[in-house]
């Protein structure tokens, strides 16, 4: 059974947000007090944000994709250079966040479908 | 010695068969006519005598006389733990219990048949432990009746606040620590193996720290909840560790929210609590995501489990939807910084949805007051 931290892959755009969302919590070293998720850690959290964009890279293109697995490098970079969350690297990697997040909430923009759908990101949060 | 005949008799000349009659509106009892017939015999039976000369003896019949007779339990089963004042007596040095003869040489008869040992008159065997106990659902629910007290019995839209401390992991397992901890864990896992017989523990050593054995039981109970939904569909005890795990985590998620909103860490558009609100919401679907995925349950596709998944509402012209954050069953769960109650569209949306919630469960960060988790009942539609 469970026990051991089982890798996470996102499989959607609106999944790897999410899991922006959460590295913007816990960042620089993504690591949590719960016994929910033992074994998590910097490796396992960037190895499912790169494997996600993987997944969708289809759909982002391969530009928009080669733009956020950079941008995915330069953020780990950040946060390990700041562990301890003492120097401006981890803000400057949580910068990045919200700017890959930008990115991909552009990508999932689309015009109110026939659904009653929110058109926002912001409105889905708000809304749902 | 006057059978009921001759009492009866003295008040007149009525016929034995009127005699069976009043008797039987008196007592409900029907006695054959005989019984009413002048000079009928005594009938009584009483156990109490001494079969060497017919005499009556004392029979148990007050707290004085209970304190000193002395009966054999001879007769019936074997064993028990019952007090036993011939013990000393019947133990034969070498181990050998020979059969006691006839006798009444300490004042008490005991038959040669008799092979067990004495007992204590009052004594009262243990009555049979029941098969299973209310108590248990107190520490161990599993169900969300046992989460919300009164949610079966509470009417249509009602709201009702969660247990204290039904939901705190430290609680029981302050009170199962070291030795009852695992006992526990061991009873835990034979209900697991109940279910599934190939179900493996995997531990290498006793967790000696209390840390240690919170887990190890959280762990189980979560093997048992995703256990009974895989083997047989069973969503109450996943329903419960579901928001279980969702109050521990909108928790840690506010608590690391202000933090961060306290440092300007946090991008803010309207205010503070959409700010914290914004992350933690997202977090918390990426760590419930993560949580069903290392539990083996595809969320995109089960049938009962769901995260952040559309709920359509197909009754009107126009189909539309809503999106709990999680669904288990025919339970919604939204996890929220905001008061929600039948008022808000969003929760008749839910209710409207085509899977036809038994409830909405609202989880809210417990920094924010007491009673902030509750569910809100089905309403009649």
Redesign the interface.
């Known amino acids: 059974m469970s026990g051991s931290y089982k890798p996470y892959i996102p499989q959607t755009a609106g999944e790897i947000i999410d899991q922006l969302g959460w590295m913007m919590l816990y960042s620089p070293k993504f690591e949590t007090d719960s016994g929910y998720f033992p074994g998590q850690n910097l490796d396992t959290t960037f190895f499912s944000l790169n494997e996600g964009l993987k997944a969708i890279r289809n759909r982002l293109g391969d530009e928009r994709y080669a733009d956020l697995l950079a941008m995915s490098d330069r953020m780990r970079a950040h946060f390990e250079a700041d562990p301890e969350n003492k120097t401006d690297d981890t803000l400057a990697g949580r910068a990045l966040i919200l700017e890959m997040m930008g990115l991909l909430k552009a990508r999932r923009q689309k015009p109110a479908a026939a659904l009653n759908a929110p058109a926002t990101r912001s409105a889905l949060l708000k809304g749902r | 010695m006057m059978g009921l005949g001759q009492n009866i008799s003295s008040a007149g000349q009525k016929s034995a068969a009127r005699l069976a009659f009043v008797h039987y509106l008196r007592t409900g009892r029907r006695l054959p006519e005989s019984a009413f017939a002048p000079a009928a015999p005594e009938t009584k039976f009483n156990p109490y005598h001494d079969p060497r000369n017919g005499q009556f003896t004392f029979a148990p019949g007050g707290p004085r006389s209970l304190s000193r007779i002395v009966i054999s339990n001879g007769r019936q089963a074997a064993g028990g733990d019952a007090p036993s004042i011939a013990a000393g007596r019947s133990n034969a040095p070498g181990g050998k219990n020979p059969t006691p003869a006839p006798s009444n040489a300490d004042g008490i008869w005991r038959d040669a048949q008799e092979q067990g040992p004495l007992r204590l008159a009052q004594y009262r065997p243990t009555p049979p432990r029941r098969a299973r106990g209310n108590i248990e659902s107190f520490w161990d629910p599993m169900t969300l009746q046992q989460v919300f007290p009164g949610l079966q019995s509470a009417p249509a839209g009602a709201i009702l606040t969660v247990a204290d401390n039904l939901l705190n992991l430290t609680g029981p397992a302050d009170t199962v620590y070291a030795t009852l901890s695992e006992a526990y864990a061991n009873h835990l896992i034979n209900q697991i193996r109940k279910v599934d017989p190939k179900?493996?523990?995997?531990s290498f050593s006793v967790s000696r720290t209390r840390?240690g054995q919170?887990?190890k039981i959280?762990?189980l109970r979560?093997?048992r909840a995703?256990?009974l939904y895989r083997m047989r569909g069973d969503t109450g005890p996943l329903q419960v560790e579901t928001l279980r795990?969702l109050q521990?985590?909108v928790n840690?998620?506010y608590k690391?929210?202000v933090q961060?909103f306290a440092a300007g860490?946090?991008?803010v558009?309207l205010s503070r609590e959409?700010a914290i609100?914004?992350?933690?919401?997202?977090?918390i679907?990426?760590?419930t995501?993560?949580?069903y995925?290392?539990?083996?349950i595809v969320y995109?596709s089960d049938p009962q489990v769901r995260v952040?998944g559309r709920e359509y509402d197909t009754s009107g012209t126009?189909?539309?939807?809503?999106?709990?954050d999680v669904r288990v069953g025919k339970i919604a769960f939204d996890v929220t910084l905001t008061r929600k109650t039948l008022t808000s569209k969003?929760i008749r949306g839910f209710f409207n949805a085509d899977f036809k919630p038994d409830a909405v469960v609202i989880v809210r960060p417990r920094q924010l007051g007491p009673g902030i988790t509750y569910t809100i009942n089905r309403p009649r539609m």
């Open positions: 179900y493996r523990y995997d840390a919170i887990n959280r762990q979560l093997d995703f256990t795990f521990e985590r840690a998620a690391v929210g961060e860490r946090l991008e558009r959409e609100g914004n992350f933690a919401d997202l977090a679907r990426r760590e995501r993560v949580f995925n290392s539990n083996g995109q952040v126009d189909r539309t939807y809503r999106i709990p969003q």
